[in-house]
């Protein structure tokens, strides 16, 4: 079964400072891996999502992540940090064909301070 | 815009009552799915849906069950409510191509 490791439960950065949430995965084969953010008192958002091709995917609000076979990670960075982007932040890694099971990480909230 | 709607959107109840929560979506996926979220735990499945008429249990679905109206409806029972089910719920849907959900605003749920 496939398994997901968010290894930050908490990060605080500096607006303007750069980010990057980590994730690994455990999976047999190549996974979908997707980054979901929620911010307090809303549902989940998608802002991106990995299924083949080009390893570093571009998401929504100025967001990347890099999917790195060999170190089974999917991190996702972004360059400079707005007080908006506090929120927590959930890494997903589903499996391709079948039942197609998403399996979520426990999650990372960020803090933004001025 | 093609959504996902939870109702309610907050509940507060008793121990031993019986509780619905409902999901309706317009986006047309056949999908539907009931996860709970609890702090530090990230999101787990409780039930999952591919269709009408095949419904299946997720890794902690004691103590709930669901029913499926419609392809647009996917309700969640808790048929007597216990004090740790207090958590916030989320519907989803999908679709049968691709693993990517769409979520629910949520329902916060709280057992006294």
Sequence with gaps: AQSVTQPDIHITVSEGASLELRCNYSYGATPYLFWYVQSPGQGLQLLLKYFSGDTLVQGIKGFEAEFKRSQSSFNLRKPSVHWSDAAEYFCAVGISGGYQKVTFGTGTKLQVIP | ?112
């Design chain 2, 1 to 112: 815009d093609a959504d996902v709607t939870q109702t309610p959107r907050n509940r507060i109840t008793k121990t031993g009552k019986r509780i619905m929560l409902e999901c309706s979506q317009t986006k047309g996926h056949d999908r539907m799915y009931w996860y709970r979220q609890d702090p530090g735990l990230g999101l787990r499945l409780i039930y999952y849906s591919f269709d009408v008429k095949d419904i299946n249990k997720g890794e902690i679905s004691d103590g709930y069950s669901v029913s499926r109206q419609a392809q647009a409806k996917f309700s969640l029972s808790l048929e007597s409510a216990i004090p740790n089910q207090t958590a916030l719920y989320f519907c989803a849907t999908s679709l049968p191509t691709s693993n990517e959900q769409f979520f629910g605003p949520g329902t916060r749920l709280t057992v006294l």
